[in-house]
């Protein structure tokens, strides 16, 4: 069997939105800026406090917490296991 992870690279991913509030969503949003932002990802805190992050795709579709997580996660090959 073979198994083989591919990485897309999208121009324009999308845009994460956080909370600014939370000092574990500030540091992990920087973190993940870091990675994502070359591709197309954009980070933005949200304008008031939320129990998860938001992602909003390129194609208009609202993802939230653990699904968005695993959402980003299959934009970068070595971060998928997660």
Same mark, same amino acid.
Do not use: Q
């Given at each position: 069997?073979?198994?083989?992870?591919?990485?897309?690279?999208?121009?324009?991913? +999308?845009?994460?939105?956080?909370?600014?509030?939370?000092?574990?969503?500030?540091?992990?949003?920087?973190?993940?800026?870091?990675?994502?932002?070359?591709?197309?990802?954009?980070?933005?805190?949200?304008?008031?406090?939320?129990?998860?992050?938001?992602?909003?795709?390129?194609? +208009?579709?609202?993802?939230?917490?653990?699904?968005?997580?695993?959402?980003?996660?299959?934009?970068?090959?070595?971060?998928?296991?997660?």
């Amino acid at each position: 069997m073979n198994s083989v992870i591919t990485e897309t690279t999208d121009t324009n991913g +999308g845009c994460v939105f956080y909370d600014a509030e939370c000092r574990f969503c500030t540091t992990w949003a920087r973190r993940g800026e870091r990675w994502l932002a070359k591709r197309g990802f954009r980070f933005a805190p949200l304008s008031e406090p939320a129990d998860e992050m938001k992602l909003v795709t390129r194609g +208009g579709e609202t993802v939230g917490g653990a699904r968005a997580v695993v959402y980003l996660a299959r934009r970068v090959w070595w971060a998928w296991p997660l």
